[in-house]
């Protein structure tokens, strides 16, 4: 009986910074590098092309580097303007 007792008294807190998994499918991911404005990574010394018109800033790129700031490619990786790797923050974990 002391298990279950410790079982009832176990709680999960919610936490606003949680990690919610996409709602984009991978496959429907764009293939590139991309910033959060929707500019398109082009050649490796910094040419690039911007969204058409009144595209900017579509939903999907959400998460992404702002303008000016760095790229990222579908895989999550993220590259500054010099096209250094910007290493992952360590994953936290949602239960305390």
């Given at each position: 009986?002391?298990?279950?007792?410790?079982?009832?008294?176990?709680?999960?807190?919610?936490?606003?910074?949680?990690i919610c998994?996409?709602?984009?499918?991978?496959?429907?991911?764009?293939?590139?590098?991309?910033?959060?404005?929707?500019?398109q990574l082009?050649?490796?010394?910094?040419?690039?092309?911007?969204?058409?018109?009144?595209?900017?800033?579509?939903?999907d790129l959400?998460?992404?580097?702002?303008?000016?700031?760095?790229?990222?490619?579908?895989?999550?990786?993220?590259?500054?303007?010099?096209?250094?790797?910007?290493?992952?923050?360590?994953?936290?974990?949602?239960?305390?």
């Amino acid at each position: 009986r002391p298990a279950a007792e410790a079982l009832r008294s176990r709680s999960v807190r919610w936490n606003e910074a949680l990690i919610c998994p996409s709602p984009i499918w991978p496959s429907q991911r764009r293939k590139g590098w991309f910033n959060r404005r929707g500019d398109q990574l082009w050649t490796n010394g910094g040419a690039f092309r911007s969204p058409p018109g009144g595209e900017e800033y579509p939903l999907d790129l959400d998460g992404y580097p702002d303008f000016g700031e760095g790229w990222m490619n579908e895989e999550g990786t993220r590259i500054d303007m010099a096209h250094r790797l910007i290493p992952k923050a360590p994953l936290r974990s949602a239960l305390k």
